[in-house]
């Protein structure tokens, strides 16, 4: 296990959070945020990307980052938010990062239990289970909470992903995990800024996690995800369209491309995403209802 003392001149933590048009939410997002960071009792730094907002979100950065030195701002035209993911990463110095929403929040012990389980089990990415709350009524939805039993990898593989592999338990999305700032530098892996609608988690994931060798899932409810609002920076499409469907094929082929100029491209990791992209035509597209009631 490596020893905290050696990083002592960098942040234990870097959480990259971008921000557009949240002058709203961002204000109890930073609160819960530095409170979380606060009982870590360690070196942190917050980074708030400001995606060209045009209300007053930037007044509010402005404002905390002359009060503390630990936050981060940059500012860009509006890109969306993998682009915004992007610069926080280039700029983030932790030994881990993390990536958080504004309009969700998180249990104050989160950073803190997943930053001790990485340590102990020298993890390249650890996660955390999740609830989901109603956006209107802030009711949780048990049917959607994700809590899977712990499971490490210590000797992870790509071709191990496919039998009773942790790749099963983690989700798509990247708000729930910590990842090892070297091993995504190492690699240069980055956000898509072309995939939107979602897409871009699930194929930062897929680039991300056969380069890790040591998997962890934890199975404490640590994050607190609001389901849909509009308006959401990374939440926008969520209704089955013509348009997700490109999106869907887009991801599918992207990151087969990548796969095979990893040496990573064989029967198994193509079924994958074979299975991946199927239940999304057979289930939820509304051609497939037309067509299934026509006959």
Same mark, same amino acid.
């Given at each position: $296990? ?5 990083y002592k ?9 971008p921000v ?25 730094? $917050? ?13 509010? @950065? ?9 936050? $981060? ?115 240069? @892996? ?17 680039? &991300?996690?056969?380069? &890790? ?14 389901l849909m ?57 509304? @051609? ?8």
């Amino acid at each position: $296990i490596r020893k905290m003392s050696a990083y002592k001149e960098f942040p234990m933590i870097s959480i990259v959070t971008p921000v557009y048009n949240e002058e709203d939410n961002v204000v109890y997002f930073h609160d819960a945020v530095t409170r979380v960071m606060k009982d870590l009792g360690m070196d942190y730094e $917050i980074l708030y990307i400001n995606d060209g907002s045009t209300d007053e979100t930037w007044t509010h @950065l402005l404002r905390w980052k002359e009060k503390d030195s630990r936050i $981060i701002l940059l500012n860009q035209r509006n890109a969306g938010v993998s682009a915004a993911r992007n610069a926080g990463l280039d700029a983030a110095r932790g030994l881990y990062v993390g990536f958080a929403d504004p309009d969700d929040y998180m249990d104050p012990e989160m950073y803190s239990r997943l930053f001790s389980a990485a340590l102990e089990y020298d993890a390249d990415i650890v996660e955390c289970g999740n609830h989901v709350f109603e956006d209107s009524s802030d009711r949780l939805i048990e049917a959607k909470r994700r809590s899977p039993s712990r499971h490490f990898e210590e000797n992870a593989s790509p071709a191990s992903f496919f039998r009773d592999s942790i790749w099963g338990k983690m989700d798509i999305c990247v708000w729930s995990k910590l990842f090892r700032k070297s091993m995504l530098d190492a690699h240069r @892996l980055r956000f898509n800024v072309h995939l939107k609608s979602g897409a871009e988690d699930e194929t930062f994931r897929l680039m &991300a996690v056969p380069h &890790a060798s040591r998997l962890l899932f934890i199975p404490d409810c640590l994050y607190y995800y609001r389901l849909m609002r509009n308006g959401s920076l990374s939440r926008r499409c969520n209704v089955p369209t013509y348009s997700k469907c490109v999106q869907e094929f887009q991801r599918l082929l992207y990151i087969v491309d990548y796969w095979q100029k990893q040496g990573w491209q064989n029967e198994g990791l193509f079924a994958y995403g074979v299975r991946k992209i199927r239940p999304f035509f057979v289930s939820k597209h509304p @051609l497939f209802h037309q067509m299934t009631a026509v006959q």
